[in-house]
Each structure stands twice: as C-alpha cells, then as structure tokens.
C-alpha cells in the first residue's frame, strides 16, 4: 500500500518529537488536526521541512502523558483555518514503539523509536465483502472522509479494518485494547458480525 513504511529496507527516522494526541491512528490512516500549542507549532515548521514526528495515544496518568507506542506520520497539507489556527493534515507511516522519552525545555516531547509490525497487507476475500461496501457508504456519507482521502485502499483488508478501528464509537483505552489484544482474523470477524445490526457514526 502507498504511503506506509514496511520494516524491510525502507527508511526510517531514529529519534522524532512526540505529540499526544487524544486519538487513535493506525498505519494508512489520515486525520486532520488543529495547532496552537507553540512548542507544537516550532515542531510543525520543522516537520514540514523534515522527517515527520510521532503521534502517540494521550495518557494523561503517564509520566510523559503518551502511550509507549505510537505512529510515524507526516505532514501532507497544511493551512490556517478561518479562526487563524494552523490545520495540518497527517497521514501515518508506521507504527512505532516508543523508548527513552526525554522532555526539553520548551516542553517537546522526543522519543527513539523501533518500528512495530501491524497485521501486514492481506487482500479483501469474498466473506468479507460486505465490510467494504459499509465503508465505501461511510465514505459517501462523510465529506470530511472524503476530503482527506484523496486515495482509498478498498482492496486490502487491513487497511479497511484499521479505518473501522478509528471511526468505531468505542473509548480510546477500549481501541487500544482491540488492536493489540486481538488478532487480526479476531477483529475482522468482530467488524463483520457488527455491520449487520449497527451503523457506524465517524
């Protein structure tokens, strides 16, 4: 799949900044967010420039507030909304676990990082048809999907179960959970079993 980092061969940054976020990214995925915190801004400027940084899940009750993993992302459009806040859109290369955080001064996170392996490509096989024709409707039904996907991968199953994941109305602790307590065939028919009695709100 476009856009995603494998652990083979490709290159890979050892050290970025870190920014909790109050969210949960898989590999593939796209969001776009709001900037105004400074020390977030300075790292925007040289992100935009560089490696990216990385996206962790928001731990309020952890010493550096961020889960130990997280995704490599970067930054693909970037704009001022109409209330003068920088808008980034992100997409996320890889997932990546997260080790000797150190804090600077101005308060930036940054972390050295291991990449993780996430389930891998499989193709759509036929039993699971029916879980792509329920994303392809909640991409018609959303244009705020369809603004920031300008490609979609309705072929490969990890990618449409990974886009579930992020829009499914569950606690982030609950999707962390789900993703790595669970194996990929576990999940795959989990999603299957809940498009046939509930509509799934992004």
């Known amino acids: 799949m476009d856009d995603v980092i494998s652990t083979q061969g490709d290159f890979?940054?050892?050290?970025l900044p870190v920014m909790p976020l109050p969210l949960v990214l898989l590999p593939g995925g796209i969001q776009r967010l709001k900037v105004h915190d400074p020390k977030h801004l300075s790292?925007?400027?040289?992100a935009i420039k560089g490696e990216g940084f990385v996206a962790s899940l928001l731990k309020p009750d952890l010493p550096y507030t961020?889960?130990?993993?997280?995704?490599?992302?970067?930054?693909?459009?970037?704009?001022l909304g109409s209330d003068n806040i920088l808008l980034i859109d992100i997409q996320a290369l890889a997932m990546v676990e997260?080790?000797?955080?150190?804090?600077?001064?101005?308060?930036?996170l940054w972390a050295e990082l291991t990449l993780r392996e996430h389930w891998g490509y499989r193709e759509i096989e036929s039993n699971a048809e029916g879980l792509v024709k329920n994303l392809r409707d909640i991409f018609k039904q959303h244009i705020?999907?369809?603004?920031?996907?300008?490609?979609?991968h309705f072929y490969d199953a990890n990618w449409v179960c990974a886009r579930y994941i992020e829009v499914l109305p569950l606690s982030l602790n609950k999707k962390e959970k789900?993703?790595?307590?669970?194996?990929?065939?576990?999940?795959?028919?989990?999603?299957?079993?809940?498009?046939?009695?509930?509509?799934i709100n992004s």
């Open 12 to 15: 890979f940054a050892e050290r």
């Open 43 to 46: 790292m925007i400027k040289s």
């Open 66 to 79: 961020c889960s130990s993993w997280g995704v490599w992302v970067k930054i693909i459009d970037f704009n």
């Open 98 to 108: 997260l080790s000797n955080l150190t804090r600077e001064a101005t308060g930036l």
């Open 144 to 152: 705020s999907l369809r603004q920031l996907y300008k490609k979609t």
């Open 178 to 199: 789900f993703i790595f307590d669970y194996s990929f065939d576990q999940i795959e028919c989990f999603l299957q079993t809940l498009i046939q009695g509930t509509t």
